[in-house]
């Protein structure tokens, strides 16, 4: 007669219990680790890991690479470009020196043409 009566709570939490136990068991028997090939299949997936690792940092520092020789073509588009600079600057104050002699001598000649005329005015008139 026992065998009709509703499961009390003590024995739905046994069957529950006894369910989970049973399903942990077979999670266990189908673990990799108890799979013969699961150590080679660990080693590959090591060595491919450390094989991209490796990888990525010779990109890095190709990238570093690429970016120091970036830098220093920089300096040096730099320097030239000041380098430039100042012999324009330089070329720009020696032809307004230049300008500056020429237009000296240029008054001094007016000047003495002047005076040139101015003497023989004076000589006429003597």
Do not use: C, H, T, W
Not at 17 to 26: D, F, V, Y
Not at 41 to 48: E, L, S, Y
């Amino acid at each position: 007669m026992k065998e009709f009566r509703e499961p009390s709570l003590a024995d739905r939490r046994e069957m529950a219990a006894k369910a989970r136990q049973a399903i942990l068991e077979k999670a266990r028997a189908k673990s990799a680790a108890n799979d013969p090939g699961f150590a080679e299949r660990q080693a590959a997936r090591r060595a491919v890991g450390e094989a991209r690792e490796q990888r990525a940092a010779e990109r890095k520092a190709a990238k570093l690479a690429a970016a120091e020789r970036e830098e220093a073509a920089r300096k040096a588009q730099e320097i030239e470009r000041v380098a430039a600079a100042k012999a324009a600057k330089e070329a720009a104050a020696a032809a307004a020196v230049e300008s500056a002699a020429r237009a000296a001598a240029a008054e001094i000649a007016r000047k003495a043409a002047r005076d040139a005329r101015y003497a023989a005015r004076k000589a006429r008139k003597k």
